[in-house]
């Protein structure tokens, strides 16, 4: 029996482009599976079709034997956005091909678990909002007075708290109606450890986690349905993933970071948070872009983490897997970027690529 890990992932790499086999040949009639981040959903959607046209031999691509009467019996990539926790548990239940999660696994629960994780793209947890008048970008939040609107602790739009930071903004007396997850998220970790280190009462009640007991609000499944819920409700605010927020047309708020800036989410203070992050030396690439002090830097900024097992027991979509993520990491970076998420520089591919070849295999 040898394994992708004696092969070496970088043979099976090799066989891109994939130039004189057909798409049948390529994906076979089984989709790569994969659930969780419904961060990652608008890219993973996008790399998706990009990847079936790919293989299909469409959009000027050269696959030998191939083209529209030869395309996949099914899509390049199967993916449920059922949330960072559950994508976590369905991994390594070896329910799917991967995993997605916004929240990186430390090097011990890896190895526990038999997995691996690598990173695929960078983006922003943004505060959204539904007041009339307020347009995208038009008001702030400290990390202490938006943890106090999460506990229920300012409840009135016009609270001198919020009013405080928002000088010549007319806000209503109204209740603010708070959404936030349901369920185990990424984004709700990301979000809540940015509260967490902005206001002490947060961290003591309620700390950071996928899942939280939270003290006020509707809860709703995934980013989609919490935009959706903050879009249809009058003096609302919740917390989704920026490309939701600009997809949903939603008007997001300004957040203070270490720095005392008060910063809009966008790419590049979301790239701006990434550049000190040292990949090299963490392990397992387990990074919190939420730790970045940097001037210009957005303070809940996110990384999504793919998570694979190191032995896999079904090598094909496992090899199709990694075919994926490749194109889609070398390849996809208009798309990321056309979506507001920030792409992976190309040095960070290469570390992938090395891990890839260090750490993955499959018995075949």
Known sequence: MKSFAALGIAAILATLPLVGATAQEVMGSDSITGAGSTFAY???????????????GRQGYAVAGSGLDDAPAKAALDYEPSGSLAGTMRVKDRAVDFGASDVPMTSAELQKAGLGQFPIVIGGVVAVVNVDGVEAGAISFSGATLADIFLGKVAKWNDPAIAALNPGLTLPDADIAVVHR?????TTFNFAQYLAKASPEWQQKIGADTLLEWPVGAAVRGNEGVANAVRDTANSIGYVEYAQAVKSGLSYARIENGAGQFVSPEPKSFQAAAASADWAKAGDFALLLTESNGADAYPIAATVFVLMHKQADAPRRTRNAFRFFQRSLEQGAADAAELGYVPLPAALVRQIKDYWSANFGADS
Not at 42 to 55: C, E, K, M
Not at 182 to 186: A, L, M, Q, T
């Open 182 to 186: 349901s369920k185990g998220s990424g």
């Open 42 to 56: 608008p890219v993973l959607s996008r790399w998706a079709h990009d990847y079936r046209d790919y293989i299909a």
